[in-house]
């Protein structure tokens, strides 16, 4: 078939025309090919509506009731009024709301240092295991990646279990008494650290595969010749490994930092925000005021500046991102 | 040469154990006798495997509709997005038009949408339209969710056709439509296969939105919030609730195991270029 019709050869993503000519002449070409401009806008069609409904409309929605008074009043019978920026100034002006955001940001740094320095060093060490021995590994970081969160959140609810939990006991055994019938949950700072521990465990796969797939594009002259040079670990990973892998260190970190920043479920299925609110982040604070407390108004400000701040973490990656897009797509 | 290698095989051990432990925590919990499961030193091995909490949870109320309701949702979502993507992913791949690259950065900040800040106006516009404690909105928000790298994955899958076989079906006088489905369907089999099951595993774990939209309705809930609030279910039957973790977790690993090689290769592939 290849060879039958070389000179229809066209490069996928290279420049060419909507649809050839056919065999019926010069009129009916001239038709067929205004008729088949119309394709692609019609293929992408249900795509532009899905997303304008179901995204875009509930985008501008939230930016609508973050400037309405709108409670359970306006939820029923519907006529919220305008109220300008009043619902900024309460959010802005709560010291509640700022505490949320310094824990905001520290619950992300926290946990995207630990997955990029823990998948680092594992995608690192997997590239030096055996074969049997990397499979091995490999098979369980997949088993990991697979859990399930929910699934994740009931095992982690059952090994810090305070009376029959395996973690106390083994902390016991090892011969911290004080944590016998430890209850992990009870407390803000501990709570915090499982969760910590809990989206770790279930970042690191991800992360860890992909800088491997990553490290076996490197070519291995290029180590060798670090090695002749007579460099270090330390140097070899600073000179050679993180400059060839720089953008995809780049865009790992900035996934994380969106998946780490959003997280919602986990939160919400082991503490609900607590206790005493130590680990309500931004998007538990913004579901809390307004399913508990009825604000949706609050509620939908506190989402708006929610994805503002995202924004503006992320600013440095989207600037890169869409000009790379933009000279190969 | 063995001993300079010990550090690093026991560093992968630990790796392994701790990536492993949890999991297999859950599975011998669940086949373990209460009596075990409550002992004073845990019993790492069952020794008395039964299948009493697998009953307990299967019995539980309602498990049956709250799996078919997972399964309806998430399958309704993942053939949705399919076809719309298909389409999407074909004019992306195939064909030059204006507005390609607007719609391709489109996808791209689609598919990094922060959906959970949307808990909030979804449930308003759901209340509104009368569609609060319906599945179909969970269907719909599911597929919008999925859609962005079901056309980025199709798109790859696609493009990685050679465009001449379309072309040398057409020149044999099939139309476009016919070339698509007799030429490229076939071959894209493998790669639509994937990107659903991805979709799918996406779906059946959803929790923010099955858990705000779905509230008056007890009936219509889905397994993960059935699952998160195993405490009302089954108080403090460990077992029972380690069964019922086993089970809602065992369909994604069958869909992992099939997809073995291309859920590292694949999926990173489009996940890179997301």
């Known amino acids: 078939m290849i060879s039958e019709a070389p000179e229809t050869y066209r490069p996928p993503a290279g420049p060419h025309t909507p649809t050839r000519p056919g065999p019926g002449g010069r009129r009916r070409a001239a038709k067929v090919s205004r008729a088949a401009a119309a394709w692609p806008y019609l293929l992408v069609l249900p795509t532009v509506v899905g997303t304008a409904y179901l995204l875009l409309y509930p985008l501008l929605r939230n930016v609508v009731i973050s400037f309405q008074h709108f409670r359970t009043g306006e939820l029923i019978r519907g006529g919220a009024a305008f109220v300008g920026l009043e619902n900024y100034q309460d959010v802005l002006g709560s010291p509640e709301f700022w505490t949320v955001v310094r824990r905001t940001l520290a619950w992300t740094a926290v946990n995207v240092v630990l997955i990029m320095v823990i998948s680092t060093l594992t995608a690192l060490m997997i590239a030096r295991l055996g074969r049997r021995m990397r499979l091995a590994v490999m098979s369980a970081l997949v088993l990991t990646w697979a859990t399930p969160v929910l699934a994740a959140t009931t095992i982690f609810q059952w090994l810090f279990q305070s009376r029959l939990g395996v973690v106390n006991w083994l902390l016991v055994t090892a011969g911290f008494d004080s944590f016998d019938g430890y209850s992990w949950f009870a407390d803000g700072d501990s709570t915090f650290a499982i969760l910590v521990l809990l989206v770790v465990w279930q970042s690191v796969p991800f992360a860890a595969l992909t800088l491997y797939a990553g490290l076996t594009t490197i070519p291995a002259e290029l180590y060798e010749s670090a090695r002749i040079d007579g460099a270090g670990s330390w140097q070899v990973f600073r000179g050679v490994t993180f400059p060839m892998l720089r953008s995809l260190f780049g865009l790992i970190t900035s996934l994380q930092v969106i998946w780490v920043f959003k997280c919602f479920a986990q939160i919400w299925a082991i503490s609900q925000g607590g206790p005493d609110d130590a680990t309500t982040t931004l998007p538990v604070y913004a579901f809390q005021v307004a399913q508990s407390l009825h604000r949706y108004d609050l509620g939908s400000a506190i989402s708006t500046l929610t994805v503002l701040i995202l924004l503006a973490v992320l600013v440095v990656h989207l600037r890169r991102m869409y000009s790379r897009e933009g000279e190969e797509l | ?274």
């Open chain 2, 1 to 274: 040469m063995r001993l300079r290698r010990l550090p690093l095989n026991l560093a992968a051990l630990a790796v392994l154990v701790v990536s492993v432990f949890p999991v297999y925590w859950m599975v011998v919990t669940a086949f373990k006798p209460t009596r075990d499961i409550q002992a004073d030193t845990p019993q790492f091995i069952p020794l008395h495997p039964t299948l009493e909490h697998f009953r307990t949870a299967v019995g539980a109320d309602g498990f049956g509709l709250f799996w078919r309701n997972s399964l309806l949702v998430s399958a309704g979502a993942v053939l949705l997005a399919l076809a719309v993507a298909m389409l999407a992913a074909f004019a992306v791949a195939r064909m030059r038009w204006r507005g390609r690259k607007a719609f391709i950065l489109m996808v791209f900040i689609a598919q990094m949408a922060p959906w959970e800040a949307l808990l909030i106006p979804m449930f308003i516009i759901a209340r509104d339209t009368g569609m609060l404690d319906k599945l179909s909105m969970l269907t719909l928000i599911y597929f919008i969710v999925t859609l962005p790298f079901t056309i980025v994955t199709l798109r790859g899958f696609i493009a990685a056709i050679p465009a001449e076989l379309e072309e040398a079906a057409q020149m044999d006088g099939a139309s476009r439509a016919v070339a698509f489905r007799r030429v490229v369907l076939p071959l894209l089999a493998p790669g639509l296969m994937s990107t659903s099951l991805f979709g799918f595993i996406t779906a059946w774990n959803e929790f923010a939105f099955a858990n705000a939209l779905i509230i008056k309705n007890q009936d219509d809930r889905t397994l993960p919030v059935w699952l998160s609030s195993f405490g009302n279910i089954f108080g403090t039957d460990w077992g029972a609730t380690m069964a019922a973790a086993t089970l809602f977790m065992v369909p994604v690993l069958l869909i992992f195991l099939a997809l073995q090689r291309r859920v590292t290769t694949g999926f990173i592939a489009g996940a890179v270029k997301g």
